[in-house]
């Protein structure tokens, strides 16, 4: 909320110690969430779909790729007459998509994944996941877009949507930039129409994002540093049996990641706040990091019940 007032207002509000401070706390604690259990949260998205197997028996979850916490602050205004309860969730470490929305989707930790640093097995991941739980596959739905629709055997459906990672990406004017693109999309009503149509067709609806996403500066591009895998992250590098980490960590001022929930044995670097392995001097607005815009996501809960529309 502070950094949407300082977007829409042009206020010059420094957040960047949050971030330090919560960076701190992730560094130190986000090993200890798996531990953790809160009757209006999952906690961490991998938690996210047994917390809705036992709160629903009929439900979609709408997966906002890329979605913070800023961004829900200016969707949320066109859900006028949906009742929701809003709490959040901790997007698993690198917020990355094939990391954290893989695990929404199927329970994991990112080292129990099939294919960690791609997408490609994210569908049977879920269909997996929703199997353990008792569904039969023709009561599993995967869809992607706001037209969405399931049979009326779906019990347990998961709507992917992309426009928020996608204007993310091609973002270049910053959080000003986000701000005028999210009211544009709150004005289209489109991931309203969706939860209200699905409220009719009797799913409880939960709307959370795999990861959210924070403005950076560019330190510059990673070339020839032995980098094993490719994240598709411009905020965390992923090293394995490599001599040079130390330089890596000097060079760009990068943390060591102590390795919470991920394959141990790869090294994980990863850039301070508001840093990423962008073109040297670049804005931009990312994702993969440890900041709380990227790691703290909305959960939204709304029942079928409780909508009258």
């Given at each position: 909320?502070?950094?949407?007032?300082?977007?829409?207002?042009?206020?010059?509000i420094?957040t960047?110690?949050i971030?330090?401070?919560?960076?701190?706390y992730?560094l130190?604690?986000?090993?200890?969430?798996?531990?953790?259990?809160?009757?209006?949260?999952?906690?961490?998205?991998?938690h996210a779909?047994e917390?809705?197997?036992?709160?629903?028996e009929k439900?979609?979850?709408?997966?906002?790729?890329g979605?913070?916490?800023?961004d829900?602050?200016?969707?949320?205004?066109?859900?006028?007459?949906?009742?929701?309860?809003?709490?959040?969730?901790?997007?698993?470490?690198?917020?990355?998509t094939?990391?954290?929305?893989?695990?929404l989707?199927?329970?994991?930790?990112?080292?129990q994944?099939?294919?960690?640093?791609?997408?490609?097995k994210?569908?049977?991941?879920?269909?997996e996941?929703?199997?353990?739980?008792?569904?039969?596959?023709?009561?599993i739905?995967?869809?992607?877009?706001?037209d969405?629709?399931?049979?009326?055997?779906?019990k347990?459906?998961?709507?992917?949507?992309?426009?928020?990672?996608?204007?993310?990406?091609?973002?270049?004017?910053g959080?000003?930039?986000?701000?005028?693109?999210?009211?544009v999309l709150?004005k289209q009503?489109?991931?309203?129409?969706?939860?209200?149509?699905?409220?009719?067709?009797?799913?409880?609806?939960?709307?959370t994002?795999?990861?959210?996403?924070?403005p950076?500066?560019?330190l510059?591009?990673?070339?020839?540093s032995?980098?094993?895998?490719?994240?598709?992250?411009?905020k965390?590098?992923?090293?394995?049996d490599?001599?040079?980490?130390?330089?890596?960590?000097?060079?760009?001022?990068?943390?060591?990641?102590?390795?919470?929930?991920?394959?141990?044995?790869?090294?994980?670097?990863?850039?301070?706040?508001g840093?990423?392995?962008?073109?040297?001097?670049e804005?931009?607005?990312?994702?993969?990091?440890?900041?709380?815009?990227?790691?703290?996501?909305?959960?939204?809960?709304a029942?079928?019940?409780d909508y009258?529309?």
């Amino acid at each position: 909320i502070i950094d949407r007032y300082s977007a829409q207002y042009g206020l010059n509000i420094d957040t960047s110690e949050i971030n330090r401070l919560f960076q701190n706390y992730v560094l130190k604690a986000f090993g200890t969430l798996s531990t953790k259990i809160d009757r209006d949260t999952p906690v961490l998205v991998s938690h996210a779909m047994e917390y809705i197997h036992e709160q629903s028996e009929k439900f979609a979850i709408i997966v906002m790729d890329g979605m913070s916490e800023f961004d829900w602050t200016i969707l949320k205004r066109s859900f006028a007459g949906i009742c929701y309860r809003q709490s959040a969730a901790f997007a698993m470490i690198p917020s990355t998509t094939s990391i954290s929305r893989q695990c929404l989707l199927s329970g994991k930790y990112p080292s129990q994944l099939i294919e960690p640093w791609k997408q490609s097995k994210e569908k049977n991941e879920f269909y997996e996941c929703a199997r353990k739980y008792g569904y039969k596959d023709n009561q599993i739905g995967y869809e992607r877009g706001y037209d969405a629709s399931f049979s009326a055997f779906v019990k347990c459906g998961a709507v992917i949507i992309l426009d928020i990672d996608e204007l993310v990406h091609a973002q270049y004017q910053g959080r000003i930039g986000m701000l005028n693109d999210d009211t544009v999309l709150m004005k289209q009503n489109k991931l309203a129409e969706l939860t209200k149509r699905l409220l009719q067709d009797g799913f409880d609806v939960y709307i959370t994002a795999d990861h959210g996403n924070t403005p950076c500066t560019g330190l510059g591009r990673l070339t020839g540093s032995g980098v094993e895998v490719e994240t598709r992250s411009h905020k965390m590098v992923v090293l394995k049996d490599f001599a040079n980490k130390d330089s890596l960590i000097e060079r760009y001022g990068l943390l060591e990641y102590p390795k919470y929930y991920l394959p141990k044995d790869y090294d994980y670097l990863i850039c301070n706040v508001g840093d990423s392995l962008d073109i040297k001097g670049e804005n931009v607005m990312t994702h993969g990091g440890i900041s709380l815009d990227e790691v703290v996501v909305p959960f939204i809960i709304a029942r079928t019940e409780d909508y009258h529309g």
